[in-house]
């Protein structure tokens, strides 16, 4: 692991942990639109260190663990840290506008940042397997869509605390990034690139029709 994926995988941690024992502090810190559009801008990035429980906080981190070392390794430490802050603030940027008109929603977790990690290393390397609960082989790239499209069913159930729409800004931040700094992959990767698309576009047809 490189010094900049522990010192984001600590904080997540320690930033969490601290939320799980202090509600005062988790509410403080958690994205609540209400609290945002009367300024608190700060939730905008702190929600992002915090999680609803341990389990939903070993999920990102794995997920990022397994996907961040792809991200360096093709484009270096200071782009996966470029990715990881663009996809968290992008995620939430969405969730905002998304949700603007709902002043109590409240949402929390790295999702959106670690999305963004995700969809940048499916771009950079398509042909990587993932193992399933370390057993059932995978493509990555199916594992990125089924993700985002189990996202939408979060967002369509609103039956938790997780941020599922900041899943989808996040895709798009890393997906965006990794683009721009390896814009040949349009053409030596086009189909992996149409594909990673799809949940995207089916996520903004669905809130365009006012189905989320």
């Known amino acids: 692991m490189s010094t900049t994926l522990i010192i984001i995988v600590l904080a997540n941690v320690l930033f969490s942990f601290k939320g799980f024992n ?4 988790f509410r403080k810190y958690d994205f609540h639109i209400g609290s945002i559009r009367n300024g608190d801008q700060i939730r905008m990035f702190s929600s992002a260190f915090l999680h609803a429980d341990i389990g939903h906080l070993f999920f990102n981190m794995l997920t990022l663990y397994f996907f961040a ?3 360096e390794g093709y484009l270096g430490e200071i782009s996966f840290l470029l990715i990881y ?3 968290l603030l992008f995620g939430n940027l969405l969730t905002l506008y998304l949700h603007k008109n709902d002043l109590s929603y409240r949402a929390i977790g790295a999702s959106g940042a670690v999305t963004g990690v995700l969809y940048s290393a499916i771009l ?5 397997m993932l193992g399933i609960f370390f057993i ?3 493509p990555a790239y199916l594992f990125g869509i089924l993700y985002l499209l189990y ?3 979060g967002m369509k159930s609103k039956n938790d605390n997780i941020g599922h729409t900041a899943h989808f800004g996040g895709a798009i931040g890393g997906y965006v990034f990794t683009i721009i700094k390896q814009p040949e992959m349009l053409v030596e990767n086009t189909l992996m690139v149409v594909l990673l698309t799809i ?3 089916i996520l903004f047809i669905m809130a365009k029709s006012g189905k989320l």
């Open 85 to 87: 802050i663009s996809s």
């Open 151 to 153: 996202s939408i069913y």
């Open 199 to 201: 949940p995207i576009i």
């Open 69 to 71: 070392p792809v991200v």
């Open 124 to 128: 950079l390397q398509p042909d990587m």
């Open 22 to 25: 202090d509600l005062f502090f």
């Open 136 to 138: 059932i082989p995978m």
